[in-house]
Each structure stands twice: as structure tokens, then as C-alpha cells.
């Protein structure tokens, strides 16, 4: 049986010779994202024991199994939200913006939301656990004409400080490929820094790093600037 190969909490990757820690559903973390004595599972709150290790010779190339098949994760994924869900929404989106420095506006993120919404020029998935809104992600449509089906572009993903390494980004993720394959969509674009360490989160839902095309911009703010 394929072992996981990340670490449900820090997302690093795992080997079947790492001291890994493992619950009956499967969700796995590393030694690290585990703390003893109790080791109690973020996702589930199962208990956590110890995975058998391989030695070098059984450790074949682990399997990515996507988190969606998590089961007993505290937090739930809404339908597309609604102007209704705007004032659960808001906060998030004006601590997304603080995120990427910039000033907090609660007023301009409510604004920008109802906007978008109203218009249908965007799809809001929000996650709630304890009975309160901790993460969203924000999907803009676009076309492709080469393939002739619309895209997605995934352009804001966030999940409220402390209730990170819970799985609630993984079930967010898993959300967006749902509605590409209910709208025939050909898939689900997303740019992200360099340094950005959810690139191993993205990779592990299936996410591949474009390595055909460069990405160029042009931005209204350097329209002036001379170009050099």
C-alpha cells in the first residue's frame, strides 16, 4: 500500500524510512507536527501512532492521496457564497490584502466582494470550523482559446493564522478542481512567489510548475515609467 508523502501540517515530503505518525484515516504528519504525549490528529482528532517504516530497499516513491479523502476534518466548504456570506467573508479578505501589505480597508473588501459577486465575475468558497468563517478562496473565470473551455484563474487563498495546518487549505484546493470539472472547465491557473512555501501544497493536489511558457505583466502603475 502506497504511503503518503507529505506531512498534513508543514507539508514536507516523506519518505516510508522517516518517523512518521499516522491516524486510522491516514492523515499523516511528521514527528514534528505531531508533539507527544498525547499526539492527537489536527484534521480528526484521532489518535495518532506511529507508521511502520520500510527499509531502503521497500521505499518505493511514495503516492500523493489528495486531502478531500480526509474524513472527520472539523471544517466545513460552503456553496459559492452569497451577498448574504459577504460579512463573513470581509474580515478574511481584508486580512488576505495585510498579507500582501497592504492597508487594512474592511470597507473597500466589502465593497470589492459585493461588487464581484453581484456581477458573477467571481466564485467564493468559504470554510467555517468552531462555528466561525476561517478561510476562503476567490476564483476569477477566463477563456482558453486554444482548448475553446473556460479556465480558472485561483487568485486568493487564505486560512486565518490560527487555524492553519488543519487541512482547511487542502479542502479549499480540493473545492476548486471540483468546479472546474462540474463548469467542463480545462483546469484551475495559479501564480505564487518564488519563496512561497505552499508550493508543496500545491504540487501535492496536483498542481505542476509551468516550465513552456513565461509569465509577463503590464501594470497601469508603470505605464509612465521609460522603458530602459
Given at each position: 500500500m502506497?504511503y503518503?508523502?507529505r506531512?498534513?501540517?508543514c507539508?514536507?515530503?516523506?519518505?516510508?524510512?522517516?518517523e512518521v505518525?499516522?491516524?486510522?484515516?491516514?492523515?499523516?504528519?511528521c514527528?514534528?507536527c505531531s508533539?507527544g504525549?498525547e499526539?492527537i490528529?489536527?484534521?480528526?482528532?484521532?489518535?495518532l501512532?506511529r507508521?511502520?517504516r520500510?527499509?531502503?530497499?521497500g521505499d518505493e516513491r511514495p503516492?500523493a492521496?489528495?486531502?478531500?479523502?480526509?474524513?472527520g476534518?472539523?471544517?466545513?466548504?460552503?456553496?459559492?457564497?452569497r451577498?448574504?456570506d459577504i460579512?463573513?467573508v470581509?474580515p478574511?479578505?481584508?486580512?488576505?490584502?495585510q498579507?500582501?501589505r497592504q492597508?487594512?480597508?474592511?470597507?473597500?473588501?466589502?465593497?470589492?466582494?459585493?461588487?464581484?459577486?453581484?456581477?458573477?465575475e467571481?466564485t467564493?468558497?468559504?470554510?467555517r470550523?468552531?462555528g466561525?468563517?476561517?478561510g476562503f478562496?476567490?476564483?476569477?473565470?477566463?477563456?482558453?482559446?486554444?482548448?475553446?473551455?473556460p479556465l480558472?484563474?485561483?487568485?486568493?487563498?487564505f486560512?486565518?493564522?490560527e487555524?492553519?495546518q488543519r487541512?482547511?487549505?487542502?479542502?479549499?484546493?480540493e473545492?476548486t478542481?471540483e468546479l472546474?470539472?462540474?463548469?467542463?472547465a480545462?483546469?484551475?491557473l495559479?501564480?505564487t512567489a518564488?519563496?512561497?512555501p505552499?508550493?508543496?501544497?500545491y504540487?501535492?493536489?496536483?498542481?505542476?510548475?509551468?516550465?513552456?511558457?513565461?509569465?509577463?505583466?503590464?501594470?497601469?502603475?508603470a505605464a509612465d515609467?521609460?522603458?530602459k
Amino acid at each position: 500500500m502506497p504511503y503518503r508523502d507529505r506531512c498534513e501540517g508543514c507539508h514536507t515530503e516523506l519518505r516510508g524510512t522517516d518517523e512518521v505518525y499516522v491516524c486510522s484515516y491516514d492523515c499523516t504528519f511528521c514527528v514534528r507536527c505531531s508533539p507527544g504525549p498525547e499526539r492527537i490528529c489536527a484534521n480528526c482528532g484521532g489518535e495518532l501512532v506511529r507508521r511502520a517504516r520500510r527499509t531502503e530497499r521497500g521505499d518505493e516513491r511514495p503516492v500523493a492521496l489528495p486531502s478531500s479523502r480526509l474524513r472527520g476534518s472539523p471544517c466545513e466548504v460552503s456553496s459559492p457564497a452569497r451577498s448574504e456570506d459577504i460579512e463573513e467573508v470581509a474580515p478574511l479578505f481584508d486580512a488576505y490584502r495585510q498579507f500582501y501589505r497592504q492597508p487594512s480597508d474592511l470597507a473597500l473588501a466589502r465593497q470589492f466582494l459585493a461588487d464581484r459577486l453581484r456581477r458573477s465575475e467571481s466564485t467564493v468558497y468559504l470554510a467555517r470550523a468552531d462555528g466561525r468563517a476561517v478561510g476562503f478562496v476567490q476564483l476569477y473565470p477566463v477563456f482558453s482559446s486554444i482548448s475553446c473551455k473556460p479556465l480558472w484563474i485561483l487568485n486568493d487563498l487564505f486560512v486565518a493564522a490560527e487555524f492553519r495546518q488543519r487541512g482547511i487549505a487542502s479542502r479549499l484546493l480540493e473545492r476548486t478542481k471540483e468546479l472546474a470539472r462540474d463548469t467542463h472547465a480545462a483546469g484551475v491557473l495559479l501564480d505564487t512567489a518564488m519563496d512561497n512555501p505552499a508550493q508543496h501544497l500545491y504540487e501535492a493536489h496536483g498542481w505542476k510548475q509551468d516550465r513552456e511558457f513565461l509569465h509577463y505583466e503590464w501594470t497601469a502603475a508603470a505605464a509612465d515609467d521609460p522603458v530602459k
